[in-house]
């Protein structure tokens, strides 16, 4: 079953991040050019009034990761440039990751990268996976050596039914928070039988306690069950008899 997963990489060190922590009113998304090159070409489009764009080009002057950048078009408030890293892969990433050759591998797995959005603290990124063993091994190798957050996973096809798995999207009573609590752990395989994650997984990865983690499991599943399910027949079967008046 081919994914689409949108998620955030939360390191500094990833190209054009320290870009957009100067200029944080831009609005920057990146493509790199596919190839095995330690240098591979990349494309930026920056989306900003003229102010905020020029900005981003002083940035693109004192970045290392820039060697050389090229407007290509101008629409609007749309600049669009290539950029000729002036940093390889080993220079710009080698201190933060544990193993470089994992992250080459990582991406001639069956995966396409759609959409990659630079962000003050790292990657946005928007991506299909063939399955979802091609999207654990991504986000298995992201999570050993930077935080990263699952921001939705939906089935190809399915988005605009909501996340893989029922009612996650819609007008269901949940907060925010709850919501998250059970994507993450529906991500995490919490739900699944046997279970890949526990209770404690979940909630690290939510960065609360387990006993915060549970309730706010069980108050989200409540509000499912009372949104997708109807239970006023097995209220009314629950409740006592009344003997009639003589």
């Not at 220079?91 to 991406?107: F, K, M, P």
Request: aromatic share 6%.
């Amino acid at each position: 079953m081919a994914l689409r997963a949108e998620y955030e990489i939360g390191c500094d060190a990833l190209p054009l991040v320290d870009v957009a922590a100067a200029v944080p009113d831009a609005d920057i998304e990146l493509a790199i050019s596919p190839g095995t090159s330690e240098r591979p070409r990349f494309t930026a489009r920056v989306v900003g009034s003229e102010e905020t764009v020029a900005a981003v080009e002083d940035e693109f002057e004192r970045t290392p990761f820039v060697g050389e950048y090229t407007l290509v078009t101008r629409e609007g408030e749309a600049n669009r440039y290539t950029i000729l890293p002036g940093t390889s892969m080993a220079e710009q990433l080698g201190d933060h990751l544990d193993d470089l050759d994992d992250l080459r591998a990582l991406y001639e797995t069956p995966t396409h990268i759609e959409r990659i959005r630079a962000t003050p603290t790292g990657w946005v990124q928007c991506g299909r996976f063939a399955d979802r063993a091609a999207f654990d091994e991504l986000r298995t190798f992201w999570q050993r050596n930077v935080p990263f957050r699952l921001r939705k996973l939906t089935r190809v096809g399915d988005d605009a039914d909501g996340p893989a798995g029922p009612g996650l999207d819609s007008d269901d009573g949940l907060t925010d928070a709850q919501r998250d609590a059970v994507r993450t752990a529906y991500e995490m395989g919490y739900f699944e039988i046997p279970r890949t994650a526990s209770l404690d997984d979940v909630a690290a990865e939510l960065g609360i306690s387990a006993s915060s983690c549970s309730e706010r499991l069980r108050r989200a599943q409540t509000h499912l069950v009372e949104a997708h399910v109807d239970v006023t027949d097995w209220r009314r079967s629950r409740q006592p008899l009344k003997r009639p008046h003589d």
